[in-house]
């Protein structure tokens, strides 16, 4: 459950009402009106009636730009209705975030701004040295990081609603977020020479059918982590499939002028991202998460079906191009 509070003028009493016992809410609390007309009103709202009750009050005729809608958070509710509550629990019902909930979260990690430069160099110097150094604990310090997750999540997120102003914000934290990695990794390289001898660096220089299935299930369960409101188990998709860790070992390959190696870890770099979008996109529409409106929806449309071809294209033919590279024996 959540708590909907939306701060409008208090003409819009009926309507709001009406709203409420149309999706049957629980509780509905009004506020006095203040000084400037308008009023809160607050609602007790189930789960699966969150997104709907939200989209109708955005469609309330005399919307103005003084109207607030919030989304509180509940703890708990302590009520007669705390047995069927638990019923549901033990049946497995899933809570849903709503595609504004969503939204806010996830433009989080889109944001090109000083703390993601500064997460991104760090966690660079931090896999770097644990490539170099074959140390694994630094490795996985530097995936728990995982600054290039999110524009990643969050590029996949703005495909599904055909938002372009956002896809093109996240491509852009996407790409700068790379080009600052390798590009440091790449200084790196060049100035303390790597060992072939390490095993984490190596690990990453050969991709396989098992990494493919690996990270298309790490960027579902990321994306299903976010709508079920189950963040906490996004440190795990950071470690499975990890985004970071490969871009420093193309530029400290390259660095050291090993090639052909780093043309190996930038193919498991290409496949991660591919999938983790692919996996991302695909779990938003099978989870319902789109537009409000129905023009904006039949361009989401348009944007999910072109994306969805483009990115399993791309993985057809990375897939193929691990086939070429590590032939399977018959």
């Not at 809570?95 to 966690?123: C, H, N, P, W």
Request: glycine share 8%; net charge negative.
């Amino acid at each position: 459950m959540r708590i909907v509070e939306i701060i409008t003028e208090a003409e819009q009493m009926d309507a709001i009402n009406g709203i409420a016992d149309h999706y049957e809410v629980a509780d509905v609390w009004i506020g006095s009106k203040k000084h400037d007309g308008r009023r809160s009103f607050r609602m007790l709202v189930d789960d699966d009636k969150r997104q709907a009750v939200i989209d109708a009050l955005q469609n309330l005729p005399s919307a103005a730009e003084s109207t607030r809608i919030l989304i509180l958070p509940v703890d708990a509710v302590v009520n007669q209705r705390q047995e069927t509550d638990a019923e549901e629990a033990r049946k497995g019902r899933v809570v849903a975030a709503t595609r504004e909930e969503l939204y806010s979260q996830i433009e989080k990690g889109a944001r090109l701004d000083s703390t993601f430069l500064l997460l991104t160099f760090l966690s660079t110097i931090v896999a770097a040295i644990g490539l170099a150094e074959d140390n694994i604990a630094a490795i996985i310090g530097a995936m728990v990081i995982a600054p290039l997750l999110g524009p990643n999540i969050a590029l996949a997120f703005a495909a599904s609603l055909g938002d372009r102003r956002f896809m093109g914000r996240a491509l852009k934290t996407n790409l700068t977020g790379v080009a600052l990695a390798f590009t440091l990794a790449l200084v790196i390289g060049l100035i303390w020479p790597v060992s072939l001898e390490s095993q984490e660096i190596m690990s990453r220089t050969s991709v396989g059918l098992g990494d493919v299935a690996l990270a298309l299930a790490s960027g579902a369960a990321a994306v299903l982590s976010l709508t079920t409101g189950l963040s906490a188990t996004l440190v795990g998709v950071m470690v499975a499939v990890a985004l970071l860790p490969p871009t420093a070992t193309v530029g400290l390959l390259l660095g050291g002028g090993e090639t052909v190696l780093a043309g190996g870890a930038a193919l498991m770099l290409a496949v991660n991202v591919i999938c983790v979008l692919l996996a991302a996109m695909l779990v938003l529409l099978i989870r319902g998460i789109r537009p409000r409106t129905w023009y904006e929806r039949e361009q989401a449309r348009q944007s999910t079906t072109f994306y969805l071809i483009l990115w399993a294209a791309l993985l057809l033919l990375l897939v193929a191009m691990i086939l070429l590279r590590a032939p399977i024996p018959i």
